[in-house]
């Protein structure tokens, strides 16, 4: 077995994330996939919350994709995805932390709201007004891009990139487009679609529309 095993599961964004920081960083790693709808036994007892991503390194088991993405960090310095600079640093930890605490729970409001069209109005726009917050006081204020701390990918451009691959069927299913005055993201999602890391990881629109439909099967 390699040194590095992370424990994933196919449709999971988080999981992806740090799939993705595993390449952008070369380290060879084994994928172990977990069927999340029939869960083993040994992962339950391996996985303190039940849930993927799950990495194992040696004897240290760590959960939580962005605890994850800084244990790698960490435990493998070459080929940096976060500055030396600590104000830059904490800058970058802010955005990474913006992702998951304010614009997710936007994306999740849509999908738990999706029978209610009042509250959908109101969901689509706090969606537009967290992706043009993104759009002016990250893309545009943080570096001259292309991404997010200039020149080199980081674990910002890791911690949103599953989600705007899955966008297309936010505005197919919800009508929450990108907002057009989000050049500088729109533009961002172009060249992260071209990266290795993307393209080693990334599944099709359909393969993402079957799993959110399920949702209304579900209901
Ligand atoms: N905050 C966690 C979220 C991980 C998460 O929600 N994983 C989902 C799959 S996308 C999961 O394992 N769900 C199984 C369950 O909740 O039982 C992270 O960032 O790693």
Excluded at 122 to 142: A, D, M, T
């Amino acid at each position: 077995m390699r040194d590095v095993e992370l424990f994933s599961y196919e449709a999971c964004p988080y999981a992806q994330r740090v799939r993705m920081a595993l390449i952008e960083k070369g380290i060879p790693f084994a994928l172990t996939e977990v069927d999340l709808y029939n869960k083993p036994d040994w992962f339950k007892t391996l996985s303190p919350y039940g849930k993927v991503p799950l990495l194992r390194h040696g004897d240290a088991l760590i959960c939580e994709s962005r605890i994850i993405n800084e244990y790698i960090e960490d435990a493998f310095p070459d080929r940096p995805l976060l500055p030396a600079d600590p104000d830059l640093r904490a800058r970058a930890r802010i955005w990474i932390d913006y992702c998951d605490s304010h614009l997710m729970p936007a994306l999740h409001a849509l999908i738990g709201d999706r029978h209610n069209p009042e509250k959908q109005i109101k969901n689509r726009q706090v969606v537009r007004e967290r992706l043009l917050f993104i759009e002016r006081e990250g893309l545009r204020k943080l570096s001259e891009g292309p991404y997010w701390l200039g020149a080199d990918v980081s674990l910002i451009d890791l911690q949103f990139m599953p989600f705007f691959e899955r966008f297309p069927c936010y505005v197919e299913l919800w009508d929450a487009p990108l907002p057009a005055e989000c050049s500088s993201l729109i533009a961002w999602v172009d060249l992260m679609r071209t990266r290795d890391s993307h393209l080693r990881t990334v599944q099709t629109h359909e393969f993402h529309m079957i799993r959110y439909r399920r949702y209304d099967q579900a209901a």
